[in-house]
């Protein structure tokens, strides 16, 4: 029986903590290429590199960095390195959740987004920042994609999972939830360069998130795995009725 392609790709860069579990994980189900920024590109978003040259650098056989985007690391890996044959993409593990709103930024979730349009199925991971032991995501990633290499997904569609500090035993639950609610901080920190010129920091004080039953944020707050099925399709369908109905 012929053996899964499977393409890993992150927005941590080759150095990614979370990168070695995931590769080894997809590597019991399957062949695995790993394509990956050079560096780290978190919250990156769903950004491709247009404006400059993209460069390729082997490491070693089956594993590739690129001076580019998460988006362009999941493109070139499909594209270029695999020549569309691939039969699961995956993005991960990354350094930090990825729940509710986050999505819109992370480049983790952007791969997996961009692997969607190519009608690659894909799951992102993210694992809390505060956890220094991958392997039990890793268990459990595997387990996901296997089920995803047996079952498929609908076009348009891929998975984003998020795991919590692991507990003693690994994880015992995983539930599938819709996107909650995080809370950015709306603080920009001015300073001065010693030139006395002002620059800029956008982070601030850490994401914090509401605790709602059936959402990724509540799911993950009570200890428990959470996938969330995510749509490139952001029409919100609810609203085009009532929107018709305006004289513009």
């Keep these: 029986m012929k053996r899964p392609r499977i393409l890993v ?7 990614g903590p979370g990168l070695p579990a995931l590769i080894g994980a997809m590597r019991r189900l ?14 990156d978003s769903h950004s491709l590199t247009l404006h400059k040259p993209i460069r390729i650098r082997k490491i070693k056989d089956d ?6 985007s998460p988006a362009d690391c999941a493109r070139f890996g499909i594209l270029e390195i695999l020549k569309g044959k691939v039969d699961l993409m995956v ?6 959740y990825n729940l509710g709103e986050d999505v819109i930024y992370s480049g983790t979730v952007a791969a997996a987004m961009e692997a969607t349009l190519l009608r690659i199925p894909a799951i992102s991971f993210s694992l809390d920042a505060d956890a220094d032991d991958y392997g039990p995501a890793g268990t459990v ?6 089920q995803v290499l047996r079952r498929g997904l609908p076009l348009g569609v891929c998975l984003n999972v998020n795991f919590p500090v692991p507990p003693k035993g690994g994880y015992k639950t995983t539930a599938v939830a819709k996107l909650g609610r995080r809370i950015y901080g709306t603080d920009i920190t001015r300073r001065s360069d010693p030139r006395g010129l002002e620059y800029f920091w956008l982070a601030g004080r850490q994401v914090t998130g509401v605790d709602e039953p059936g959402t990724d944020v509540g799911t993950v707050s009570h200890g428990n795995v959470s996938i969330t099925p995510l749509r490139i399709d952001n029409t919100d369908h609810a609203h085009l009725q009532a929107l018709s109905s305006w004289k513009f």
Excluded: F, K, M
């Design 9 to 15: 790709c992150n927005d941590d860069g080759i150095q």
């Design 30 to 43: 399957g062949r695995v290429t790993v394509s990956v920024p050079e560096h780290e590109r978190s919250a």
């Design 91 to 96: 993005s991960g593990i990354n350094r930090g």
């Design 63 to 68: 594993v590739y960095t690129l001076n580019g």
């Design 141 to 146: 990633a595997q387990r996901v994609a296997r």
